[in-house]
């Protein structure tokens, strides 16, 4: 009987070794495409002025810098999401293209690189007195870079501190 047991042992060990690291990979890139799906689910609701969106993908507390040009330093998400509502009224569209992603997950906490090409278009006068654009602009188009925290919560990952740099002076068409 000793020997059956040990026997038992043995094969549960072995299984285990080579089993639970694949189970954790697994469960790994889970947790990363999750992580990158609400990332990308955030930029779409900027997007989409879809303020209720928005807030559901982040905690209550979050900060973001550098989010809008008046916001330069670190500022509660809502004072940002107000400025968007304000492009919104203005009829200024917004295409985010979100890219070179790149998510590391490490127990509950995540972050998140990315790059946004960002193509703010004005295609009437009010949009574009908004933005202060010259006469003949049409649209701009700016990358930013971008770097985001999440952590896993019993409704999911939320974002809890973003951050955004604009990468180079905007093409203008």
Same mark, same amino acid.
């Given at each position: ?12 060990? #072995? &299984?285990?070794?080579? !089993?639970?690291?694949?189970?954790? +990979? =697994?469960?790994?890139? $889970?947790?990363? @495409? #999750? &992580?990158?799906?609400? !990332?990308?689910?955030?930029?779409? +609701? =900027?997007?989409?002025? $879809?303020?209720? @969106? ?120």
């Amino acid at each position: 009987m000793p020997r059956l047991i040990r026997l038992f042992a043995a094969t549960a060990l #072995a &299984v285990y070794v080579l !089993v639970a690291p694949g189970t954790r +990979a =697994v469960a790994q890139q $889970d947790d990363k @495409k #999750a &992580v990158e799906n609400v !990332v990308r689910a955030f930029e779409q +609701a =900027v997007e989409d002025y $879809d303020f209720d @969106k928005c807030n559901s993908l982040l905690m209550p507390q979050t900060e973001w810098i550098g989010a809008m040009p008046s916001l330069p330093g670190p500022a509660p998400v809502s004072k940002g999401l107000d400025e968007l509502r304000a492009y919104k009224e203005a009829k200024v569209k917004l295409i985010n293209r979100p890219h070179d992603v790149v998510v590391q997950v490490h127990g509950d906490v995540a972050w998140v690189t990315l790059i946004v090409d960002v193509t703010i278009a004005f295609e009437n006068d009010t949009a574009r007195a908004f933005v202060r654009a010259g006469p003949n602009e049409r649209e701009w188009i700016i990358p930013y870079a971008e770097s985001e925290v999440l952590l896993r919560t019993p409704q999911g990952w939320r974002i809890v501190l973003g951050h955004s740099s604009v990468m180079s002076t905007p093409a203008t068409k």
